[in-house]
């Protein structure tokens, strides 16, 4: 009896540390996925709403630009059933744009630029940032002084992504 229940507990929930293929880009969102986000992770975010661009933007309570050099947003498009994540930088780096940012483990090596000038460009970096995360690779941004995620950074990183991924159903 045991076991059928820690199947089904393991069985319904998302694998957590699979890496993320992110060639297609995915931004699209369901009325379920919607539900879901609006019903049970809302509330680890803070919200602002933009009522003339039809815009929900959320941001996890626990991370600030006080305490990070860099944040993300998940913007949700109601309007067109779509949503965004995007990458906030605090005021060092906003004067720094466009960025070079190197993810590396131990299989590969990624640069990536970032210019900020798209949502595919901020969806294929923050991928490869939650990637790197995952594999506990090194994060370095190129251009910048004492840039780091540190523990808590790549939790908050992790969290805000892995809910992107559930709300546009890649996970």
Known sequence: MMFCLILVILGCHPERNKPVQFSNYQFATTDASALF??????????????KTAKLKLYRLKDWSLDTSDLRLVIVHNWYEDQAYVMIEFGEMLREDLPLQIVTSDSTRSDTLLFDGASKENHYE??????????????????????????????????RTMFDFYRLTEVR
């Open 37 to 50: 986000f609006k019903n049970v992770r809302q509330s680890d975010y803070d919200f602002q709403e933009m």
């Open 125 to 158: 970096v923050s991928s490869s940032l939650y990637n790197a995360i995952l594999s506990s690779g090194a994060i370095s941004i190129i251009g910048s002084d004492g840039i780091s995620l540190g523990p808590i950074n790549r939790r908050n990183f992790r």
